[in-house]
């Protein structure tokens, strides 16, 4: 009996997945364990190893093909097995009712003289399922019919170009950037309602139309931009390129921040950094000094260490604070787990450990995953302070700024240089209040500013 080999869910946020490369080529022994297919994630590229033994008889997914999580990719069974067995039909419920009235056609040539009437009723399903003008349930994929509530594209007006016509991502995708061909169906019969007025209106308005249809004006376009621009060169994001964006642009939308701001006096860490310099050769960075204070500040404030998701507030018992990097124009944020339990030392290791997988591309999902707080550093380019987007459905997200001298007042009433940090903490309203957020800010400043607790 032929297994199928579904796209697997690689990380807690991949929805779907690219085939980078089959490792065994069709007709190939596979043993259960043994590597089959490499695969891009949202987080980063993983080889995806068999969970049985057998022949690779099929494969439904080629090289450089992208498929939502739980779709079938091949098959594997015995040898000698016949390709093309229907089991992957099962993981597309919806389009069962096309393939059943394709498939029906070809069977009864012979009565479709007698069963002509027959004929209309079998064909009709399809049309109002591809343009739902008929009130009938639209198909699309999961992720579509997300993605089309976030970005408010109705799903009627949108022709899918998925088996049986059903909508995917890239038909939403394409229908929010005005690229939907199906939209321009819904439309056409308003004017032939009032055929007199049109021509006045339409003609001298038909060249300065940005949404005029036709070939001529997409072909027209690119010419202009490209004499006004020089040579336009398009650059294909990654998929981590495009998580990033979608993720972000999510949280813009939807997440009501706020950002609270203050400066923290570093001269004791520098003091405590110049002695560690002493002791070992990988002195651990400000950057490590602010995730162990952030991590032992969230201990005492759960639900910074929280999420809102899906109307609910959620609270965790680990610390697991994830650390942005920017590495090959992407940001990727490898999480340090239970970061308050760690000494400062380990986090040091750590953290540089991660940086390195990242930049080297050897970053792997399960590294990328359970972040509970995100701390972001700008201060190595100067910036001495920023506000950052919040990583959904994390609560909130620190930020820091350079370490630079700055005129400060003392305990006497004396201006005097100190060595001032910048930190800012993003929160979303929605599961942190202003005192929440606040309380959680002083205390870190109070970890940095008396930090042995950290070294211990």
């Known amino acids: 009996m032929a297994t199928d080999v579904l796209m697997p869910r690689l990380s807690d946020s991949m929805e779907e997945g690219t085939v980078l490369k089959w490792l065994v080529e069709k007709g190939g022994e596979v043993e259960r364990g043994a590597p089959l297919v490499e695969i891009e994630t949202d987080k980063a590229n993983m080889t995806y190893e068999a969970d049985t033994d057998g022949v690779l008889i099929e494969l439904l997914a080629q090289e450089g093909d992208t498929l939502e999580v739980g779709q079938p990719i091949a098959r594997i069974g015995a040898a000698g097995e016949a390709d093309g067995a229907p089991a992957a039909e099962d993981a597309r419920p919806e389009a069962e009712t096309d393939h059943d009235a394709d498939d029906a056609a070809p069977d009864e040539p012979a009565q479709a003289t007698d069963d002509a009437e027959r004929v209309p009723t079998k064909a009709a399903p399809p049309a109002p399922v591809a343009k739902a003008n008929g009130g009938e349930r639209v198909k699309a994929s999961p992720l579509a019919r997300r993605m089309a509530g976030e970005l408010g594209v109705e799903l009627a007006r949108v022709e899918g170009s998925g088996p049986g016509g059903r909508v995917v991502k890239a038909d939403v995708e394409a229908a929010a950037n005005g690229g939907d061909e199906g939209a321009p169906e819904q439309p056409a019969p308003a004017p032939a309602a009032k055929p007199e007025p049109e021509p006045p209106a339409t003609e001298p308005e038909r060249d300065q139309t940005p949404a005029a249809t036709g070939e001529a004006a997409a072909q027209a376009a690119p010419a202009q931009v490209g004499g006004a621009k020089g040579d336009v060169t398009v650059h294909e994001p990654t998929r981590l390129q495009r998580t990033v964006s979608r993720r972000m642009a999510e949280s813009k939308a939807t ?5 609270l701001e203050l400066d923290v006096d570093m001269t004791l860490c ?30 005492d404030h759960p639900r910074v260490n929280g999420a809102y998701r899906d109307g609910k507030w959620e609270s965790y018992s680990r610390v697991n604070v994830g650390v942005a990097v920017a590495a090959q124009d992407a940001l990727v944020v490898p999480v340090i787990q239970d970061a308050d339990q760690k000494s400062l030392g380990e986090i040091s290791r750590q953290a540089v450990r991660l940086i390195e997988r990242v930049r080297d591309g050897q970053i792997t999902p399960p590294e990328l ?34 370490l630079k001298k700055k005129p400060a007042v003392d305990e006497r009433g004396r201006v005097v240089a100190r060595d001032l940090m910048t930190l800012s903490l993003v929160c979303d309203h929605r599961i942190l209040y202003g005192a929440d957020g606040a309380k959680f800010l002083a205390q870190v400043r109070e970890l940095l500013e008396q930090p042995l607790s950290l070294a211990l």
Do not use: C, H, W
């Open 270 to 299: 520098i003091e405590l950094r110049e002695r560690l310099k002493a002791q070992t050769d990988r002195a651990p960075s400000y950057n490590d000094m602010v995730v162990k204070a952030a991590a032992l500040a969230l201990r």
């Open 369 to 402: 995953s359970g972040g509970t707080f995100s701390v972001s550093n700008l201060g190595m380019y100067g910036i001495e302070r920023f506000t950052a987007i919040v990583n959904p459905p994390q609560a909130a997200i620190l930020t820091v700024g350079a």
């Open 255 to 259: 997440v009501p921040d706020f950002a």
